[in-house]
Nanobody, 125 residues
Framework: QVQLVESGGGLVQAGGSLRLSCAASGRTFSSYAMGWFRQAQGKEREFVAAISGSGGGTNYADSVKGRFTISRDNAKKTVYLQMNSLKPEDTAVYSC??????????????????WGQGTQVTVSS
């Protein structure tokens, strides 16, 4: 079992930055591929970024490529999402997810086994 707790959300002006964190429980964090997803009000959940267990592989949605960076610190059992040049359309609840595979990056929410509760990100224009 893995428990995930996100933090770092908030209100920011367009063009600003935020860094989200997702802290995990458990002893084998490096065995889990991780992902970030977001869901805006009235819309379906969408993929944002993913990272492999070792951190050597990453993948991004086209809408965030060049602005967002996913990273992880396996010693701290934490995955991060650095978000720069934020836009109002980035406003959503951001959730992290874990899949019990060390190798690979995964873009579908159905491929993940564990989810955090989410953190709200609001970008004002």
């Amino acid at each position: 079992q893995v428990q995930l707790v996100e933090s770092g959300g908030g209100l920011v002006q367009a063009g600003g930055s935020l860094r989200l964190s997702c802290a995990a429980s458990g002893r084998t964090f490096s065995s889990y591929a991780m992902g970030w997803f977001r869901q805006a009000q009235g819309k379906e959940r969408e993929f944002v970024a993913a990272i492999s267990g070792s951190g050597g592989g990453t993948n991004y949605a086209d809408s965030v490529k060049g602005r967002f960076t996913i990273s992880r610190d396996n010693a701290k059992k934490t995955v991060y999402l650095q978000m720069n040049s934020l836009k109002p359309e980035d406003t959503a609840v951001y959730s992290c997810a874990a899949r019990g595979l060390r190798v690979g990056v995964f873009k579908s929410p159905y491929e993940y086994d564990y989810w955090g509760q989410g953190t709200q990100v609001t970008v004002s224009s």
